[in-house]
């Protein structure tokens, strides 16, 4: 046999060496302990400690486990049998015999049909008008025909027509009585047998809603930010019971009776020579992805009328509106600072003008950043505001206040550039202050343009203080069903806010125009323009 190898010396000492280690190692570990350490008691405490980490451990790892299911597994999924024997049932399954297999086949048959007679049923129901509340207090208002002596006919039974109106804290039943005649003598009858005088023109046809009561349910949602639903709880506690079908079916009668007045009120703005332009998101409904999804409604200002409307195409913010939108427009259009508005620096008979409050905003947001430039910033910015405070403080002419601008805020304006100039290499183009001083350069023509005229504003704020009602009200109703409900809630949001800036009477103006727009339906020599609010007087009425 083979001697065995012998260890060479550099192994051995390799092992020396490691060994003088570990008892180095031991004996330093030995002094870290004073002589008064009781090592029962730390080992007794360490265990303790490990024992309640590995409770904690477990307790975490069931609420993981329970929070896995509830998020990537069924609702009614279980933990498996506690008892093993159980677990046969999940695999050997029950012993069926025929007759409930075929109990069970008919009563799936049996509820197949159900479920399809219930889907039929539902396609074919339709919103059933429910006879008003006999508790409600009731008007009458009798009707009798004109121009005919009544003594020589024979009263028959009236026809009674009953329309639910609404007074603020209450609602009542207008009841319209049409006293109806035969004449007692077929020989003298005029052009029928029977005389019935005519119906009163109503808002709806085929409706029992009232003027007041339309009114009431467009004001709460458009100017109190009520969504039907809640009013419908309102009318509940008044005594009326209303279906939400039913108001969104007068919802968009009532917008359709007054599309022709706001697409009128879409020419006057237009007309005008000095306008703002904003757009806002509106979520809708999308009916193909049967999900909520982000769209937008533009809001255009007449600033010297002090008209206003909105217009919502598709939910689209593409130039695509835009450019139709405006196509016949001349004069001077103020915008924020977005790419679309860009393209009018190129159109002859446009104006471009910008806006300094989204300036201001920019530099407002870098404050953290980048203290001393954005402070050096806001204050130039504020000073040009204080020249239009001192312009309003002494009430000066269109003129006047061009001049004021000329002598006082264009000097700040033309330093203000350079500084902007001198500044953006220093700092950060992506940062906070470089986005503001960017964002503020490369509109700064339009910017300093509204020193030109004294009819010019600095900021856009007047289409953003319109465009607020909106904002308000899709926090309450959240979206609109499609885009329809958005235009018909185009149309009302313009012709509210024309009652917004003409301070008038929401419900007496919209009472007003339900009950008399149908006067213009035939006669063409009217002019719709009347009825807006800028030219209603209740006074002459």
Known sequence: ??????????????????????YQEIQRLKGQLSEGVDVGSLRSSYEHTIASQQDKILSLEKQVAYLSRRIWGH?????????????????????????????ARQAEVEIGTYKNRVVQRQEKRHPVR?????????????????????????????????????????????????HKYVFKDKEVQEDGFILTP???VLPLAKSYAGASLLAELMVGKYVDHLPFYRQIQMFGRLGVTLAPA??????????????????????????SDYIQVDESTLPVVNEEKHKTVKGYIWLVRSVMRDLVFFHYDQGSRAQKVVIPLLKDFRGALQTDGYEVYKMYEYKQGVLPLGCWAHARRKFEESLKEDKARAEYALGQIGMLYDVERMADGEQLSFQQRAELRARLSYPLMVAFEKWLVNEYPKVLPKGRIGRAIKYTYEIYHRLTRYHLDGRYKMDN??????IRPLALGRKNYLFCGNHQAAEDAAVMYSLLGCCKAAKVDYRKWLVYVLSNIHAYDKDYTKDLAELLPHNWNPENL
């Not at 046999?1 to 570990?22: F, G, H, I, N």
């Not at 704020?461 to 319109?466: D, G, R, T």
Request: hydrophobic content about 35%.
């Open 1 to 22: 046999m083979e001697e065995k190898a012998q260890p060479s010396a550099d192994l051995l000492e390799v092992l020396l060496e490691r060994c003088d280690l570990q």
């Open 75 to 103: 609702s009614s999924e279980r933990f498996i049998k506690a008892d093993p024997l159980q677990r046969k049932l999940d695999f050997e399954g029950l012993e069926l015999l025929p007759e409930e297999e075929e109990q």
């Open 130 to 178: 429910k006879p008003l509340s006999e508790t409600l207090p009731r008007v009458e208002e009798h009707i009798y025909p004109e121009h005919t002596d009544l003594s020589a006919c024979t009263e028959l039974p009236p026809e009674i027509t009953e329309i639910l109106e609404f007074e603020p804290g209450k609602c009542f039943v207008r009841r319209i009585i049409r």
């Open 198 to 200: 005519e119906l009163p």
């Open 246 to 271: 039913t108001i969104n079916d007068w919802f968009k009668g009532t917008a359709d009776l007054l599309r022709p007045m706001y697409y009128r009120l879409r020419e006057l703005v237009l007309e």
């Open 461 to 466: 704020n007047l289409a953003e203080n319109s």
